[in-house]
């Protein structure tokens, strides 16, 4: 089976820069993804991890260590309309399918 | 990118009937669509793997004969919630993944607006 935790809520400061962690664990792995999604529509694809290291697009980044089961999305500059949830979800091998964590709803203050 | 649609929006029904919701892949042909539902504050719960021209794949928990899935195009998936009641009431997500994506880096799945549903 699989299991995937991330804090539940985080708040932070318009224009500073927030670090979402997510831990996982996995019977099959085929690569980490970070979606965002506002409240009442669909999630929108950030990222994809599938090996060790570093991802950047833009303000977002997105870390994997596959031997730690971690990752963690890296915003920077934050934005108000960056207030959105915030899901991890690992994709099983040999599937195509998809497990979401619950999601991390930030919020961010003027 | 590739885009997903979902019809209805949002419907609300009397206990006992049935719905049904369509996902369309507008400008891409999907082998597979997921179907998934999620609960307010909750996280995005798969239901169903829906593979063109045969059965769906359910989910543990997940009663195959309340919550019928047909896919039986490469660009549209249907599931049907029969005699629903007011625990189904839901958000209603669909993704559908790009066929022959072979040498891409990952497969990307691709999701619909969602479907609100209320049973009253």
Redesign the interface.
């Known amino acids: 089976g699989q299991n995937i935790d991330q804090p539940t809520e985080m708040t932070a400061t318009e224009g500073a820069i927030v670090q979402i962690n997510c831990t996982y664990q996995t019977s099959g792995f085929n690569?980490l993804f970070w979606y965002q999604q506002h409240a009442?529509?669909?999630?929108?694809?950030l990222s994809?991890n599938?090996l060790d290291g570093l991802e950047e697009k833009g303000r977002f980044s997105s870390f994997l260590s596959r031997s730690k089961g971690y990752s963690y999305l890296l915003l920077k500059e934050l934005q108000m309309k960056d207030s959105a949830s915030y899901?991890c979800a690992v994709?099983r091998a040999g599937?195509?399918?998809?497990?979401?964590?619950?999601?991390t709803k930030l919020s961010v203050i003027p | 990118g590739a885009v997903v649609s979902q019809h209805p929006s949002w419907v609300i029904c009397k206990s006992g009937t049935s719905v049904k919701i369509e996902c369309r892949s507008l400008d891409f042909q999907a082998t597979t669509m997921f179907w998934y539902r999620q609960f307010p504050k909750q996280s995005l719960m798969l239901m169903a793997t829906s593979n063109e021209g045969s059965k769906a794949t359910y989910e543990q928990g997940v009663e195959k004969d309340k919550f019928l899935i047909n896919h039986a195009s490469l660009t549209l998936s249907t599931l049907t919630v029969t005699s629903a009641h007011p625990e189904d009431s839901s958000f209603y997500i669909c993704s559908a993944r790009e066929t022959g994506t072979s040498g891409r880096r990952f497969d990307e799945q691709f999701f619909g607006p969602g479907t609100r549903l209320t049973v009253l």
């Open positions: 690569g009442g529509e669909a999630p929108t694809f994809y599938v899901l994709s599937s195509y399918q998809l497990t979401f964590g619950k999601g």
